[in-house]
């Protein structure tokens, strides 16, 4: 079985800084993908990044970046000069191999507030 | 316009009622996939359609059902509602059968008085 463990509920970040949002995971596919979702108070999910377990560089879109160390089964997000607008819950998610690629496994989500 | 559409975006409804979310997939996709958010139970996968066809099934309860259609928008119906069954219900499309870059549509927000 599949699991994503997100351990902080919530989190505070200065407007222009740094913020590293924990992601771990749990699967014994070989082949499975991490992705990152933001979803503002207005509800909607949007993709942020994508990171696939074979890839050999971390992804980067943007001020997103994703610090993928497969030894330890961790996806942190990284988001650069945090914005205002970046204040929002933000998800890790797993897609597995086989007949599990169907089908996103969601962490419980990060609440990530940004102070002006 | 996130392109994948669901409609309505709310809906207030009774116990022991039941009701059909409409999801039209972005333009191109032929994969559909719904997901529910509660707060007990955070975002869990249900079904998932490839053209026509089901291909995947999750945590979805006997009482909730889906289809997708020939012009490939999906319906999701729920009965027989419970209180547990309010939550936002999201549709999410891709092109193929696995998921790179699924998009998700804005969502419909059930609650069950």
């Known amino acids: 079985a599949q699991k994503i463990t997100q351990t902080q509920p919530g989190m505070f970040v200065q407007e222009k800084e740094a913020v590293t949002l924990d992601c771990t995971y749990d699967?014994?596919?070989?082949?499975?993908?991490l992705f990152w979702y933001k979803q503002p108070s207005s509800g909607e999910m949007i993709f942020l990044i994508y990171?696939?377990?074979?890839?050999?560089q971390n992804a980067t879109e943007g001020r997103y970046s994703l610090n993928f160390q497969k030894a330890r089964k961790s996806a942190n997000l990284v988001i650069s000069a945090s914005q205002l607008g970046d204040s929002a819950m933000y998800f890790c998610?797993?897609?597995?191999?086989?007949?599990?690629?169907?089908?996103?496994?969601f962490g419980g989500g990060t609440r990530l507030m940004v102070k002006p | 316009d996130s392109g994948v559409t669901q409609t309505p975006k709310h809906l207030i409804t009774a116990t022991g009622q039941r009701v059909t979310l409409r999801c039209s997939p972005r333009?191109?996709?032929?994969?559909v996939y719904w997901y529910q958010q509660s707060l007990d139970q955070g975002l869990q996968f249900l079904i998932q359609?490839?053209?026509?066809?089901?291909?995947a099934k999750g945590n979805i309860l006997e009482r909730f059902s889906a289809q997708q259609f020939p012009d490939l928008h999906s319906e999701l119906n729920l009965s027989s509602l419970e209180l547990g069954d309010s939550a936002l219900y999201f549709c999410?499309?891709?092109?193929?059968?696995?998921?790179?870059?699924?998009?998700f549509g804005s969502g419909t927000q059930l609650s069950v008085l």
């Open positions: 990171q696939g377990s074979y890839d050999q």
């Open positions: 359609y490839y053209n026509g066809e089901e291909r």
């Open positions: 699967t014994s596919d070989p082949s499975y993908g």
């Open positions: 333009s191109g996709d032929l994969s």
């Open positions: 999410a499309s891709s092109l193929t059968t696995t998921n790179e870059k699924l998009l």
């Open positions: 998610a797993m897609r597995g191999g086989g007949n599990a690629g169907n089908m996103l496994t």
